[in-house]
């Protein structure tokens, strides 16, 4: 896809992100509005895996370590054709597959996860299979920065680096904002790219809502050979619709009537912006 095809995509996620979510009556609306984009370019331009491939011990792996922001992935997952997009109907109904975390039973799903901390440590493992195995698939992981201060994150980062290993790339969210405040008011995890840097990791900072800066991004891996790569995306919570944007309100929030008409408008006129 290019770039023009690629915005039209994350719009069109970001609307259905917002339909399954006020279906549901529930939903992490803010971070999966603000992981849209880079969802959209790793499954619709990096990510080698499909329906097919799902079995194969080639494919690359994707885990979600922000694993409250589901919508967003179970919409992307849908679109790839994983499982049929009328499945979303049944968000968090009772004796549903598609709850508000992923699980294994949803086929596009690498892993269980959403209590925080556990994405980034199961994908070191997956990387160093890849290893030993001599198989040449990379693993990637998104991670919120509001997950940060778990200390396994960075028990797994010092593993990646001392393994070397330069097939993992894990992706911040750094939109800034978690449930109750600012995360650098509950817990600051700044400067984040020092950090990395420090446990041996490469970095790369870009516009988490930049398609062309994502896809450099996702081209360039690894950063550098022999060192697991991590790229901080900046992004806005609530991405794509004004009154969600920065909003502690809509870390887990559902529309109104009003509030979901007057998201979709917004959204339709980027829609036409993407276009032109």
């Known amino acids: ?22 279906g549901a009556k529930a939903g992490h609306t803010g ?9 959209n370019v790793l499954y619709n331009h990096a990510l080698k895996v499909s329906p097919q491939t799902f079995t194969s011990p080639d494919r690359d792996r ?18 790839k054709g994983f499982f049929p997009e009328e499945h979303l109907e049944t968000l968090c109904q009772y004796k549903s597959h598609y709850i508000g975390h992923p699980t ?20 070191v493992g997956n990387a160093i299979a890849a290893k030993l195995d001599k198989r040449d698939y990379k693993v990637y992981t998104l991670m919120g920065d509001g997950e940060l201060p778990e200390g396994s994150n960075w028990e797994a980062a010092l593993t990646a680096a001392h393994y070397k290993l330069d097939n993992l790339c894990a992706i911040v969210d750094k939109n800034t904002l978690q449930i109750t405040a600012p995360t650098a008011e509950v817990c600051n995890t700044d400067p984040l790219d020092e950090k990395w840097k420090a446990f041996g990791w490469a970095v790369k900072e870009v516009d ?21 790569s991590v790229i901080i995306a ?16 809509w870390h887990h929030g559902v529309p109104s009537k009003e509030e979901y008409a007057l998201a979709l ?11 032109v």
């Open 1 to 22: 896809m290019n770039k023009q095809q690629l915005e039209q995509k994350s719009v069109e996620y970001r609307k259905k992100i917002l339909k399954y979510i006020v």
């Open 31 to 39: 971070g999966s509005l603000s992981c849209t984009d880079i969802l």
């Open 62 to 79: 994707y885990i979600q370590s922000k694993g409250h922001c589901v919508e967003a992935l179970f919409v992307v997952l849908a679109d």
């Open 104 to 123: 294994r039973k949803v086929k596009g799903v690498e892993q269980n996860t959403g209590a925080l901390g556990h994405g980034l440590p199961i994908s």
């Open 208 to 228: 988490g809502h930049d398609i062309d800066a994502l896809k450099a991004a996702f081209d360039s891996l690894p950063f550098e050979p022999g060192k697991p």
């Open 234 to 249: 900046h992004t806005v919570k609530g991405k794509g619709v004004s009154f969600m944007e920065n909003n502690l309100k």
């Open 265 to 275: 408008s917004e959204l339709d006129n980027s829609m036409a912006k993407a276009v």
